[in-house]
Nanobody, 115 residues
Framework: QVQLVESGGGKVQAGGSLRLSCTAS????????MGWYRQGPGKQRDLVAR???????NYADSVKGRFTISRDNANNTVYLQMNSLKPEDTDVYYC?????????WGQGTQVTVSS
């Protein structure tokens, strides 16, 4: 079982920055991949950024060049640095961990970007 605790959401004006954190209850080396997803009301949950155990990353086209995902193995934490935020980035952001065949989700954190 993996528990994920997210933090760092909030309200920011367009052009601003936020950093989301996701801390896992297990060592990151035991997790195959971690990612950030976002979901708006009535919409599906979409991938924002993903980082694998080997450090490789991939991003949604809409956030490339603005968001950066990184991992701190010593603190079992994955970060999502979000710069140049736009109103369309407003959503609930969820952290996800893949460990073997199991997927685990955090509780979500709200990000609101005002114009």
């Amino acid at each position: 079982q993996v528990q994920l605790v997210e933090s760092g959401g909030g309200k920011v004006q367009a052009g601003g920055s936020l950093r989301l954190s996701c801390t896992a209850s297990v060592r990151l080396f035991s997790i195959n991949a971690m990612g950030w997803y976002r979901q708006g009301p009535g919409k599906q949950r979409d991938l924002v950024a993903r980082i694998s155990s080997d450090g490789s990353t991939n991003y949604a086209d809409s956030v490339k060049g603005r968001f950066t995902i990184s991992r701190d193995n010593a603190n079992n934490t994955v970060y999502l640095q979000m710069n140049s935020l736009k109103p369309e980035d407003t959503d609930v952001y969820y952290c996800k961990a893949l460990r073997g065949w199991a997927a685990y989700w955090g509780q979500g954190t709200q990000v609101t970007v005002s114009s």
